[in-house]
């Protein structure tokens, strides 16, 4: 059995990891909070995208279609963007979202398609470097400060990019979707060709100057607007995540400390009775 | 009392401004462009400019690095690529702008691309004239 100093030692230890997970808790949760704000303060204008679109995509059909809208009428070879944090202490946040990357770009491969990885977030690179280095377009980290329009353009130019130069038909991006403060879900959202909701009854607009110079302006856009999107939710999402995992180390450690002081306890209280029997068991033998 | 238009600015990072308004002028590709409620349905592009939203006789001015706007009879919504309002905009911020639109224009590639980059310079720098 460890003695008395070597457990001293150890509770200390503990103590110390838990002070450290107790204070990233207490980061995630204040950075949480800015996270969702910005977050939410971005879904306005991602939400009145979509409707316009809609409603210009149910106006637009055949031969006159942008590229980004119809496709490129095949679907051989597959795109897929897996956005993850940069860093880890926070759960199962990331391996979920590589979990799912890893069961699309599976079951692709199962059905023949040509598959490129593009990577945002040093996790998910990690993470997938070792089955699929090879397949490896693009790596972006996904940066320590909060996401923002600088941010997520260069990413959504690649992606255009790749799509215009014909390296690419179908481009889907991976990511955690917000739900709430305590559930993140991995989801898959195809980015190109765009998938349209049916906008339902389409009003009639004039357009200036005409549908398809805007569609070709707005959906680049848009698509840089979706990466944005889920950066941010990544974002908000890896900050919860953290915040759920940090409060279960720091009680984890707190129930380790109890275990431990009450084993301490007995130890030095057994050591105590031994040496007290030894001392009264010499002075009766005088 | 004439009725009035709901307006909506927003910008990819927030909702700016959620109102209703006597009138809104916006900078469309075609020239500014006065909406008032009972307006025809139009969705047009923005160029880079200023914004007025005349209400009870107040003006509110945003400055929008171009956009869209989606116009139906009751409503009025303006996703800008960025907008600020008038009271955060000095000439520093501007300057900034049109530092960063002269290197897109020298990153352009293609020539479709420079003419457009190009006019988003010109429409800056008018709107540096004006400030």
Request: charged fraction near 25%; charge should be neutral; avoid cysteine.
């Amino acid at each position: 059995m460890a003695s008395v100093k070597e457990m001293r030692v150890r509770i200390a230890s503990v103590k110390s990891t838990q002070k450290i997970t107790k204070a990233l808790q207490m980061v995630a949760a204040a950075k949480l909070r800015r996270a969702q704000q910005t977050a939410q303060a971005a879904r306005p204008y991602a939400e009145r995208m979509a409707a316009v679109i809609a409603n210009l995509a149910s106006g637009v059909s055949g031969t006159d279609a942008p590229l980004l809208l119809a496709g490129t009428g095949s679907d051989k070879r597959h795109l897929v963007v897996v956005a993850t944090s940069d860093r880890g202490l926070a759960g199962g946040f990331n391996s979920g979202v590589v979990r799912l990357a890893r069961e699309t770009v599976q079951s692709l491969l199962q059905q023949g398609k040509d598959v490129k990885i593009l990577i945002v977030g040093r996790k998910a690179r990690d993470q997938l470097r070792r089955q699929y280095a090879d397949r490896f377009v693009e790596v972006y980290e996904a940066g320590l400060k909060s996401p923002d329009l600088n941010r997520a353009r260069p990413i959504a130019r690649r992606i255009i990019d790749l799509y215009m130069a014909g390296e690419t038909d179908v481009v889907t991006l991976i990511s955690s979707r917000f739900k709430s403060v305590v559930t993140q879900k991995p989801t898959a959202l195809q980015l190109i060709p765009a998938a349209m909701p049916d906008a339902g009854e389409a009003a009639f607009y004039e357009y200036e100057p005409d549908e398809t110079t805007i569609l070709e302006q707005l959906l680049p856009q848009n698509i840089t607007i979706q990466v944005l999107t889920a950066l941010l939710e990544n974002d908000a999402g890896f900050y919860a995540s953290q915040m759920t995992a940090m409060d279960n180390a720091t009680r984890n450690a707190g129930d380790l400390i109890n275990a431990l002081t009450i084993q301490m306890n007995r130890t030095r209280q057994a050591k105590i009775t031994t040496e007290l029997i030894e001392i009264i068991s010499g002075a009766s033998a005088l | 009392m004439a009725d009035k238009i709901a307006f909506d600015l927003v910008s990819p990072e927030r909702l700016l401004i959620s109102d209703h308004a006597d009138m809104v002028t916006i900078p469309a590709t075609e020239g500014y462009m006065g909406v008032m409620a009972g307006h025809a349905p139009v969705v047009t592009a923005l160029r880079p400019g200023m914004i007025d939203v005349l209400n009870n006789g107040t003006d509110t001015r945003f400055f929008i690095r171009g956009g869209f706007a989606e116009i139906s009879a009751a409503k009025i919504n303006v996703l800008a690529d960025e907008a600020i309002p008038m009271s955060e905009m000095d000439l520093a911020v501007l300057d900034q702008r049109i530092r960063d639109a002269e290197e897109e224009v020298l990153a352009a590639t293609t020539d479709a691309d420079k003419t457009r980059k190009n006019e988003i310079l010109d429409d800056l720098k008018l709107v540096r004239a004006a400030f």
